[in-house]
């Protein structure tokens, strides 16, 4: 696969405290990386720098061969989605209206929704089993619902990579297993994934790329089944683990311990 995403001696600081020290790493296109740490290790501004709502970094981030810096926001859009942790207000917009904001980066002021518009929004719809709730106000969604309408949106960007800050993060298990599911599905369609995640039993059974983020720097880069042991774990996330295979496929699972 070629290279889609590079990121060259990054480093992000908040005035005296450097949060992320020089790292590099690069994602190919179609490719899908967990991104797992601490709370506090950076996972989540490193998103945003990456979607360029963070533009105070030094290095070098190139999409496509091409300086983040360099592409004008509508350009972005066309290339890259994010889903933020906490998205924000839908007020009454309904789900299909939701899922056609996705469209700005390709329309005209001048020019209403065409022909492309309407199928990038109906194959959203189709994809994220969206279409009986398409006239819903957004706003009275489940949560479960309301992450597919989010996902839905992005995918009408038509984006060679998404973005995904802790996308199961609110859901109930149930949910949380449906919008795995969905994410690999839409994984499936060739778009490369970067996805921040606390779930590294997923990751791992997922057998994903994960990058580790510790103490700031990229701690860890390679198959996630990899952490899976207790020295490991012991060493990124700083606690002790009890581990377990997992009964389909032997891949070492993180139960909770249990002796409090």
């Not at 506090?40 to 990456?50: E, H, I, P």
């Not at 963070?54 to 983040?68: A, N």
Request: glycine share 8%; aromatic share 6%; proline share 5%.
């Amino acid at each position: 696969m070629s290279e889609l995403l590079s990121v060259r001696d990054f480093s992000l600081s908040y005035g005296d405290r450097r949060l992320l020290s020089p790292l590099s790493f690069s994602v190919a296109r179609g490719e899908y990386v967990a991104v797992l740490g601490q709370n506090g290790a950076g996972k989540s501004s490193l998103l945003n720098c990456l979607a360029m709502l963070e533009k105070r970094w030094e290095g070098e981030i190139t999409l496509g061969g091409r300086s983040v810096r360099a592409y004008r926001r509508r350009e972005l859009a066309q290339c890259l989605a994010y889903i933020p942790q906490s998205p924000g207000n839908f007020s009454s917009l309904s789900v299909r209206d939701w899922i056609a904001m996705g469209r700005y980066p390709y329309q005209s002021r001048l020019a209403g929704e065409t022909a492309a518009d309407r199928r990038a929004v109906d194959r959203a719809l189709t994809l994220c089993a969206l279409g009986p709730l398409a006239d819903r106000p957004v706003a009275t969604l489940s949560g479960g619902e309301r992450q597919r309408a989010l996902l839905a949106g992005a995918l009408a960007q038509e984006p060679e990579l998404l973005l995904l800050d802790e996308p199961t993060v609110f859901l109930d298990m149930g949910h949380q297993d449906q919008a795995a599911r969905l994410l690999e599905q839409i994984h499936r369609e060739g778009i490369a994934v970067i996805e921040v995640t606390h779930d590294l039993n997923r990751a791992a059974l997922e057998n994903r790329r994960a990058l580790v983020l510790a103490g700031g720097r990229l701690a860890f880069d390679g198959p996630a089944a990899e952490l899976m042991r207790a020295e490991t774990i012991k060493e990124l996330f700083a606690f002790d683990p009890l581990l377990t295979p997992h009964p389909r496929t032997g891949t070492p699972m993180l139960l909770p311990r249990g002796d409090f």
